[in-house]
C-alpha cells in the first residue's frame, strides 16, 4: 500500500501560470481533501470530496478547482497562479467506519509550491 | 467560532522536562472522534491517536499520553520526559460523525521546542 501519493513534490511557477496538483490513493477511501499550510500556519481546507463525481469547496476554494472522476484520484488545479498561492499543499483520504484505522485522515507527503 | 482552540501557540522545553499541550474543542454531536497529528520539522502529518466521544480513558503510550475530559471539552496531550526529538507542531482535530462527518477541523497547531 502507497497510502497517499502526491506529485509534485516541488514546483516553482510564475505568475498566470496554471497547473495541477495530483493526488491518488489507494486505500479505496471515500472521502479525499485538499489543504493548504501557508509558512509556520496551520492548516487550510481548500476542496474536499465525498466520493467520486461530488466535490464541495472548503474555507479557501477561490484560485482552485477539483474534479472527482475516480475514487482513486483528486486532482488541484490552480488557474492563474499568483503569489498569494505560494504554500505546502497538502492531499488527504479518509474512510468512514468503526474499524482502528476509520475515520483517520490520512495524508501525503506534500507538495511545496512556490509562485514568482 | 473556532471548532477547535489551541491556545498554546508555542512551548519551549529543556530536554526531560514533562509538557501538555492543550486541546479544547466545541461540538453539538453526540458522536464525534479527537485526533492529535505530530508535524515534525520536516514537514510530513503525522497520525498520533484517534479517540471517540464514546471512550473517555485516558491513553499511554510510551512517554505519550492523552486526557480526554467531555465535561471541560478538552483533550490535551502530555509528552514525559521530553526528548529533542518531539521537537514539532502538534494538531487536535475534531471530526463529527453526523452530518458534518465530511468536514475534519484543526486546531491551529502548537509548536514544540525540545532544547537539550
Known amino acids: 500500500n502507497a497510502g497517499v501519493t502526491q506529485t509534485p513534490k516541488f514546483r516553482i511557477l510564475k505568475i498566470g501560470q496554471s497547473m495541477t496538483l495530483q493526488c491518488t490513493q489507494d486505500?479505496?477511501?471515500?472521502?479525499m481533501y485538499w489543504y493548504r499550510q501557508d509558512p509556520g500556519m496551520g492548516l487550510k481546507l481548500i476542496y474536499y470530496?465525498?466520493?467520486?463525481?461530488?466535490?464541495d469547496k472548503g474555507e479557501v476554494p477561490n484560485g482552485y478547482n477539483v474534479s472527482r472522476s475516480t475514487t482513486e484520484d483528486f486532482p488541484l488545479r490552480l488557474e492563474l497562479a499568483a503569489p498569494s498561492q505560494t504554500s505546502v499543499y497538502f492531499c488527504?483520504?479518509?474512510?468512514?467506519?468503526?474499524?482502528?484505522?476509520?475515520?483517520?485522515?490520512?495524508f501525503g507527503a506534500g507538495s511545496r509550491l512556490t509562485v514568482l | 467560532a473556532q471548532k477547535v482552540t489551541q491556545a498554546q501557540t508555542e512551548i519551549s522545553v529543556v530536554e526531560k522536562e514533562d509538557v501538555t499541550l492543550d486541546c479544547v474543542y466545541e461540538?453539538?454531536?453526540?458522536?464525534?472522534?479527537l485526533f492529535w497529528y505530530k508535524q515534525p520539522p520536516s514537514g510530513e502529518l503525522v497520525f498520533l491517536i484517534r479517540?471517540?466521544?464514546?471512550?473517555?480513558q485516558n491513553e499511554i503510550s510510551g512517554r505519550y499520553s492523552w486526557n480526554f475530559q467531555k465535561s471541560t471539552s478538552s483533550f490535551n496531550f502530555t509528552i514525559t520526559a521530553s526528548q529533542v526529538v518531539d521537537s514539532a507542531v502538534y494538531f487536535c482535530?475534531?471530526?463529527?460523525?453526523?452530518?458534518?462527518?465530511?468536514?475534519?477541523?484543526f486546531g491551529s497547531g502548537t509548536k514544540l521546542n525540545v532544547k537539550p
Open positions: 488527504a483520504s479518509r474512510h468512514r467506519g468503526s474499524d482502528s484505522g476509520a475515520n483517520v485522515l490520512t
Open positions: 486505500m479505496n477511501h471515500n472521502y
Open positions: 470530496s465525498v466520493g467520486a463525481g461530488i466535490t
Open positions: 461540538t453539538r454531536d453526540t458522536t464525534y472522534y
Open positions: 479517540r471517540n466521544s464514546f471512550d473517555e
Open positions: 482535530a475534531l471530526s463529527e460523525a453526523g452530518y458534518n462527518f465530511n468536514k475534519f477541523y
